[in-house]
């Protein structure tokens, strides 16, 4: 119970920091840049226009994706990890931005053993995760541990300290 | 394994016949009755072996992805009905049967079909889809109205992996077939069906009287039990001795099983079509290779053509002898009345509908011989051949329709018209998803549907300016030493190795001077590329190579950074995934997992990633990328493509125009064209003129999806004057604005900069 709530609110906090940074726009045809806007003192927010097609960042999450991840859970309370990986990949190939899912992947291939496949996952939501402090101390916490469990003690400290430097 | 009934066996005949022996008979006739006994125990035996084990002999199948709908999910109103026709859908004015849709302008009401995944089944269910141009806008229960979070279409069938004796069929219980076929089928080829033994006395004596006046064997009197066996052991031989040997057999069939087990054996195994190599057997394949849809689907005047099959598959094959099969259909319809199976309405009704076959050119192809060459070769790796073949195993595969359908379009729009000029052109692509490595489409030459010489997978070609990015990602990993804006010497440059003078040139055959690293990338110049190589050193762009995942051998040679070196689109997509998935490397899938034929996962191809670039210099080389599509080789994008889109590239041309490649990705697949000549001459075409314009044509069709590059904190953007690449301000009217990683050398401030008056004057002063 007490996991899902948590993944609730990792996935509508990744969801309500939905990325919405964009790289410079080039116009091609003039093969000019587009003049930046004049307001850009801060960094974070980078030169360029917003596409249409995105889901704006207050969306709320996907209806597929929140579908899936009960079924993953049902999975899990059922102890068939396989399964409920499986139904979490399936989420993400609807949401393949989603921090949240990526990290979810790699706690059950953490519970399952493969700690060297969860680091890496973690490090992929982290990737993804922008400014979700939640979300990235819960990832390098995981990394910390499958680490440690890996026998990389360098690493698993230097994790550790990332962990910290969030104030997790 | 084979699926085995279990059955309780009865007394075999050699048993029984023990106590004949004490009787006090002639010793020849004893010696006959055994031989007699031994006989038929034989032939007991074989028909027992046949009808347990052979029976169930079945294909793997191997099907796409199976298209989930979602509301918000990126498809078009035009590329679902594709995807339904191909499923075999029939459009029709209201949906009431699985299988059956309702299209009105972009609203689609359906019935779904009932599948089984690994997860279990996916029910029937109707629903209501409706989209705005690009997109799903709601998906609904078309009965309630309530909405559906998720709805997964049962997937298109792909392909089978067969035996040696290439039989196919598709396995159905007897309570899946409608009991219109099967009476049908009893009345028009065995009426006494269920109250003979085995043979019909009376059906023999009447063919043996046809016989007899005709001076030659016209008429069979077989039961459909002696029909299973003939099916069973292949043999079209009407000699009296076949005969007799049926006869036997299925008398011995019938002790041994029940009329509704023989009618289910008869129903999957009696011959009906011929695809080529592959014989058609049983009712549920034959549906589905005429009419493309499951038995429980049919029309009656689609059954009776089936039953009328049954008598001559070649002789009455609808596609070859239309009248002819129009004519034999028509007289089951005519015995279905007489019997009683079905009234004069239907009859009627039956009578002028068409043949409503599906021919195999109608629509978009449903064969790709050239991705079930990847699959099958993934499978070759994990499998015996012969654990392929007979189990009835499932394989669901990575194929996304959509996307293959518009790559062979695309390869076919841009190749065809050059065929007059150039007819040995070819052409070959590869997409994936970036995210997760799986293989959406893949094509192996420029016919769709031809199996034969798989580029794709088999050609291994120099890739010229593709390897830059692999270059400059060598450089920006030094954020010490380098940055995109760091200025880069494009004049003549020769260079000396044991004794031979190597000297590039840029394909324009002109020298840029001082260039930003950015620009040389995004103008792919030779001369500023091979500096840059020459101060990294050959070993560490190799190892950046390797590390994106290019294991082949190579030449430790200055020429590797102008790309003289052979790949092949498998590799070269292996090394544009680094990029495109922002770091990462992810083993290539063309399978998501293997299932039984009980519907149990034998084998997964997980979802697995490894960073292989720290997350600032990948943004750094993929913002780069998106600079050639901005402003660089493949800047006429632009023209096709909204430029907020952020699509990143690279093209990439060989010497005397031998090779042309274009890879790029948006924000969620990568795609990799090459064309060119087997033969390895020159064509004509450059990256930009040839394979990138397959490559736009293919995202067009199949759409594409914004890029946003997810800054890391450790990156920072900043103006820069083009003129001198120096650091802006607001002295400077134009300015680029570059990412940068914080904790490296930033350029010097441009002369530009610094002339405005300084910050804390009052704003009217300045």
């Known amino acids: ?168 | 394994m084979p699926r085995k009934k279990s059955k309780s066996r009865r007394r075999s005949p050699r048993r029984r016949a023990r106590k004949n022996r004490s009787l006090p008979w002639g010793r020849l006739l004893i010696t006959l009755l055994v031989l007699l006994t031994g006989y038929v125990a034989f032939l007991d035996f074989q028909v027992y072996r046949k009808f347990e084990g052979h029976r169930w002999t079945l294909p793997a199948r191997v099907y796409a992805r199976p298209l989930e709908l979602y509301s918000g999910l990126a498809l078009n109103a035009t590329q679902f009905a594709t995807e339904l026709k191909a499923l075999g859908y029939r459009f029709v004015s209201r949906p009431r049967r699985p299988g059956e849709v309702a299209r009105n302008a972009s609203r689609f009401q359906l019935i779904s079909r009932a599948f089984d995944f690994w997860d279990g089944r996916e029910a029937s269910r109707p629903l209501r889809v409706s989209f705005d141009a690009s997109r799903v806008t709601r998906l609904q229960d078309d009965r309630s109205g309530a909405d559906v979070a998720l709805a997964r279409l049962d997937p298109l069938e792909i392909g089978s992996i067969h035996t040696a004796r290439q039989e196919d069929r598709i396995l159905v219980r007897l309570d899946e077939v409608p009991a219109t076929l099967v009476k049908a089928l009893i009345a028009v080829e065995d009426r006494g069906f269920y109250r003979h033994w085995g043979i019909s006395p009376r059906s023999v004596a009447r063919a043996m009287w046809v016989n007899l006046r005709s001076g030659r064997v016209v008429q069979g009197g077989s039961t459909l039990t002696q029909q299973l066996v003939k099916n069973f052991f292949l043999s079209n031989r009407r000699s009296l001795g076949r005969k007799l040997n049926e006869a036997i057999m299925a008398l011995l069939i019938e002790r041994r099983y029940a009329k509704d087990e023989i009618l289910e054996a008869y129903l999957n195994e009696v011959y009906l079509a011929q695809d080529g190599q592959r014989a058609i057997h049983g009712f549920g394949l034959g549906s589905r290779f005429l009419f493309q849809r499951p038995l429980d689907e049919l029309t009656t005047a689609q059954m009776a053509l089936l039953v009328g099959m049954v008598k001559g598959p070649s002789y009455y094959d609808p596609r070859r002898h239309p009248q002819r099969a129009r004519e034999r259909r028509n007289l089951v319809l005519q015995v279905m009345l007489e019997q009683g199976i079905i009234d004069r309405a239907a009859y009627q009704k039956a009578r002028n509908e068409g043949l409503g076959l599906v021919t195999p050119e109608a629509g978009t192809s449903k064969t790709f011989p050239a991705f079930l060459d990847l699959v099958r070769r993934q499978l070759r790796r994990d499998y015996n051949e012969s654990d392929l073949v007979g189990e009835g195993l499932r394989i669901f595969t990575t194929l996304d329709p959509q996307v293959q359908w518009a790559l062979q379009k695309a390869l076919d729009r841009r190749i065809t018209p050059l065929l007059q000029q150039q007819p040995e052109l070819q052409g070959a692509g590869l997409v994936t998803h970036s995210a997760n490595g799986e293989v959406l489409a893949l094509a192996g030459g420029r016919q769709a549907g031809y199996a034969g010489f798989n580029r794709a997978l088999d050609i291994q070609r120099q890739i010229g300016s593709l390897i830059k990015p692999a270059i400059y990602l060598s450089a920006l990993e030094q954020p010490q030493r380098y940055n995109l804006a760091t200025l880069l010497d494009d004049s003549p440059l020769q260079y000396e190795q044991s004794g031979k003078l190597w000297s590039p040139g840029n394909y324009d055959q002109r020298y840029h001077g001082q260039v930003m690293l950015y620009q040389a990338l995004a103008h792919s110049y030779n001369v500023a590329t091979a500096r840059l190589g020459l101060e990294l050193g050959v070993p560490r762009v190799i190892d950046t190579l390797r590390r994106l995942g290019l294991e082949k051998p190579l030449n430790p040679y200055p020429s590797l950074f102008l790309g003289a070196t052979d790949m092949s689109l498998i590799q070269v997509t292996r090394l544009y995934l680094g990029f495109a998935s922002g770091g990462f490397q992810l083993p290539l899938r063309s399978i998501r997992e293997v299932l039984d034929s009980q519907g149990k996962p034998l084998q997964r191809y997980d979802l697995s990633v490894h960073r292989v670039i720290d997350p600032a210099p990948a943004y750094l080389i993929s913002t780069a990328l998106q600079k050639v599509v901005g402003e660089g080789t493949a800047r006429a994008l632009n023209q096709r493509f909204s430029p907020q889109l952020g699509l990143a590239g690279k093209t990439g041309t060989t010497n005397d125009l031998r090779d042309s490649w274009f890879a790029g990705f948006d924000g969620d697949k990568l795609g990799v064209v090459w064309i060119g000549r087997d033969d390895n001459q020159p064509m004509g075409l450059t990256g930009a003129s040839g394979a990138m314009q397959v490559w736009a044509d293919l995202y067009r069709e199949a759409g594409a999806t914004p890029q946003q590059l997810l800054k890391p904190d450790t990156v920072t953007w900043h103006g820069i004057d083009p003129a001198s690449g120096g650091l802006a301000d607001r002295g400077c009217a134009n300015t680029v604005q570059l990412p940068f990683i914080e904790t490296g050398a930033l350029p010097p401030p441009a002369p530009c900069a610094g002339r405005s008056l300084p910050d804390w004057l009052p704003g009217w002063l300045r």
Not at chain 1, 27 to 37: N, Q
Not at chain 1, 99 to 119: M, S
Not at chain 1, 129 to 144: T, Y
């Open chain 1, 1 to 168: 119970m007490k996991r899902s709530v948590v993944l609730i609110c990792l996935l509508l906090g990744a969801c309500s920091s939905a990325p919405t940074r964009l790289p410079p726009v080039i116009d091609g045809r003039t093969g000019e840049a587009v003049p930046p806007p004049t307001t850009t003192p801060d960094d974070s927010v980078a030169p360029g226009v917003i596409v249409t097609p995105l889901p704006p960042p207050d969306a709320p999450p996907n209806g597929a994706v929140v579908a899936l991840l009960d079924q993953a859970e049902d999975y899990h309370r059922a102890g068939d990890s396989n399964n409920e990986a499986a139904t979490i990949e399936r989420a993400l190939r609807i949401d393949t931005r989603n921090a949240a899912l990526w990290h979810r992947l790699a706690a059950v291939r953490l519970e399952q053993g493969r700690p060297q496949e969860a680091e890496q996952l973690a490090l992929k939501s982290n990737a993804l995760a922008g400014d979700n402090r939640l979300l990235l101390v819960s990832n390098w916490q995981l990394v910390a541990r499958a680490r440690w469990s890996l026998n990389d003690s360098d690493g698993a400290r230097q994790a550790e300290q990332r962990v910290r430097d969030l104030g997790g």
